[in-house]
């Protein structure tokens, strides 16, 4: 399955915040899982004036089955946040960041078996992709040429687009509030069994799907 998704994350006093649209497949394998995800352009989410528009060159998860109850995960990340952040600002926060989005995972995976019999137990996305209730992507919807917008954490904005972007909450519904803020959502999962749950370790506000990896 791919999903076009959208990710805030939120920047210090006097730095605008930064937004990510990616395009997310997983892949399964004999041994091993792949999650991995880039930045694309969509035109149903503009660049908006109160972020900055980043890239992600590569985000990817590697999970491999060690055992019945256990795995190796191998995470890596190419992020451009743009703007007039130090280079050394963001290697600091990325020696941050990724562990800690290690720990929140393992700390989700011990927790799954519990929260998801309270939860919506027979829904699975992530390995039946008929039960998703996003619309089917568009591929004309991806341009190639959009312009980023701004990189200036300070000074005036790119002029953006009349036309609101139309998103999905979390419930399946459409949403156009261009103030909609902390586009965050933790996944709660057990490590046992590996196979029926790594693939569900990455969440977001996600605005279209098809069922195949192109």
Known sequence: MLLIDLFLVRSPPGLKNRDFVLQRTWERFDSY?????????????????????????MNAYIIRLLGTNSCEMTYVTSCDFRGKLPIWVINKATQFMAPRAIQILYKACTKYNTWKKSNNPDYKPWLYPGQTNLPLLCWDDLDQTANLGPTDDGGDVTPLPSDEPVLLDRNGS?????????????????????????????????????????
């Open 33 to 57: 899982y792949v999650i991995a995800c880039h930045s694309i352009f969509h035109k149903g989410i503009p660049v908006r004036k109160q972020c900055i528009r980043a890239l992600t060159h």
């Open 174 to 214: 459409y949403n156009s509030r261009e103030e909609q803020e902390d586009v965050e959502e933790v996944v709660e999962f057990d490590s046992v069994p590996v196979e029926d749950q790594i693939q569900s370790c990455v969440t977001a506000t996600s605005i279209a799907t098809v069922s195949d990896s192109r």
